[in-house]
């Protein structure tokens, strides 16, 4: 067995209709790496709102690497608005988020209509010290988890993002 140079290996190209919404984040090392997912899973874009740092920021740019010239972003200083926005435009919205109505992403499957309609997908992942606040959570369709296993209740944003991101991928038949 040996490791692949990068140009072996075969990319599909395959573009999902799922973007990637990161509102009042502060670590723009986190906003990198969300554009780095957002390349590697053939998602459409991020939606950036709110504090998060964005394009152009170095440290954006070094954990980013070049996909911040190829993976489509938009920001809105509001968070909420940003979000009411794509919701008003029929896009279906999952909090990744542990709630009292929130589904196991190892068990989560997108309802049908949203599959079949060909629906926008947005994933809400909320701020690293607090997740998803409240009044977003509220203009959410549905909320998923990734399961705890250990003595820890959450996961460091941009990790259980690249997590939930593959799983929701796997879910979408």
């Not at 998602?43 to 709102?49: R, S, T």
């Not at 988020?97 to 309802?111: N, R, V």
């Amino acid at each position: 067995m040996r490791q692949l140079e990068h140009h072996e290996i075969k990319t599909s190209g395959k573009r999902h209709p799922i973007k990637l919404f990161c509102p009042d984040w502060r670590d723009p090392r986190n906003v990198g790496s969300a554009f780095r997912l957002a390349d590697a899973a053939g998602l459409a874009g991020l939606l950036l709102g709110g504090a998060t740092p964005r394009p152009p920021h170095p440290k954006i740019s070094k954990t980013a690497r070049s996909t911040v010239r190829s993976v489509p972003f938009q920001y809105g200083p509001d968070a909420q608005a940003l979000l009411r926005q794509r919701k008003d435009d029929g896009a279906y919205i999952i909090a990744l988020e542990i709630t009292d109505q929130s589904t196991s992403l190892l068990e989560y499957q997108l309802p049908d209509t949203v599959q079949t309609a060909g629906r926008e997908v947005i994933l809400v992942a909320g701020a690293e010290d607090h997740g998803v606040p409240p009044e977003l959570l509220a203009l959410c369709d549905d909320s998923v988890h990734l399961p705890m296993f250990g003595q820890n209740t959450s996961m460091n944003v941009a990790v259980a993002l690249g997590a939930a991101v593959y799983l929701l991928l796997q879910a979408w038949r």
